[in-house]
């Protein structure tokens, strides 16, 4: 029997490193839930930007994880 058994994570890891780099800068975000973007600022059903400088993908997951900054969106 012969079958295709997915990526290898030689294969994987770029791939979801190249998904992971687009949230490296600042995006629009519409948080669902409460967010924290400041001292004594939380924000809920509003557009706000997040970023994550920060990302790890699980070696034998090959799950992403990040974590997030986030901000109030400026009056434009």
Request: hydrophobic residues 35%.
């Amino acid at each position: 029997m012969r079958f295709d058994c997915c990526e290898t994570p030689e294969e994987r890891v770029p791939r979801l490193q190249k998904i992971a780099e687009q949230y490296v800068d600042w995006h629009d975000y519409f948080c669902w839930v409460p967010v924290r973007v400041g001292p004594h600022d939380c924000r809920w059903f509003e557009v706000i930007e997040r970023r994550s400088p920060l990302f790890w993908i699980g070696k034998y997951s090959g799950n992403i994880y990040y974590q997030w900054e986030y901000r109030a969106k400026e009056a434009r």
